[in-house]
């Protein structure tokens, strides 16, 4: 039986069709394998992409297990987060994520290279 954490998960994974909170990098929930073929991965280079719970109020701080409270982002992204000195809150690791996105220096060259190539931007 799924846990409360990984129905949150899978519910946030829906809501923001697949994409990552914070990069918007396509993500994966159930089946890596799929989602490596499809964008011609590695299983290495997958692992980055999986769906992972994020705590918009981190859990540290006494944010709970609630749909208001869970977000679905990439592992790199929910990491990156919480890795270093103070963990950043929510809004200011999306707007970092996002300056970065765009000077295409948070993922590794392939992510922009194989997942967002598509749509003409
Ligand atoms: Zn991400």
Known sequence: MPSTLARLRA?????????C?????????QSMEAFAATFHLSSR?????????????????GGG????NIVAACRLCNA???QGKAARDAAHHKEYVERLMRRRRWHH??????????GGG
């Open 21 to 29: 909170f914070y990069c918007c990098c396509p993500m994966w929930e």
């Open 80 to 82: 990156r987060r919480h």
């Open 11 to 19: 519910r946030a994974f829906h809501r923001q069709s697949g994409r």
């Open 109 to 118: 060259p392939w992510v922009f290279e194989r997942l967002l190539r598509s």
């Open 45 to 61: 280079q997958a692992r980055h992409l999986q769906c992972t719970a994020e705590h918009l109020h981190a859990r540290v701080d």
């Open 65 to 68: 297990d609630s749909q208001s």
